[in-house]
């Protein structure tokens, strides 16, 4: 069964920086659009940002500038390198990918959600 792993929340200081990691734990799944949303507490999950397999990023309005998506393809891994955080960033973050086999078909998965806190 895929499953994806998150890794890199914590609890940070206003300004200050984490990065966040994403993999797929099993091997033999292409990746295609992989991504980050996030969802603070009495919030609907809100998309943070996605990039495609060709590498092209999109993000939302309130991070552009100081968040910066990344992946590694050949590793199924996604990252979220997070700067200028701010309280309002205080979340749990989610990380979802479309993954594909030739047995399966593309498939939708999320990961279980990693703390992310701004608080001085």
């Known amino acids: 069964q895929v499953q994806l792993v998150e890794s890199g929340g914590g609890l940070v200081q206003p300004g200050g920086s984490l990065r966040l990691s994403c993999a797929a734990s099993?091997?033999?799944?292409?990746?295609?659009?992989m991504g980050w949303y996030r969802q603070a507490p009495g919030k609907r999950r809100e998309l943070v940002a996605t990039?495609?397999?060709?590498?092209?990023?999109h993000y939302a309005d309130s991070v552009k500038g100081r968040f910066t998506i990344s992946r590694d393809t050949a590793k199924n891994t996604v990252y979220l390198q997070t700067n200028s955080l701010r309280p309002e960033d205080t979340a749990v973050y989610f990380c979802?990918?479309?993954?594909?086999?030739?047995?399966?078909?593309?498939?939708?998965?999320w990961g279980q959600g990693t703390q992310v806190t701004v608080s001085s």
């Open positions: 979802n990918a479309d993954l594909g086999s030739y047995a399966t078909g593309v498939k939708n998965y």
């Open positions: 990039i495609t397999r060709g590498g092209a990023p």
């Open positions: 099993t091997s033999g799944f292409t990746s295609y659009t």
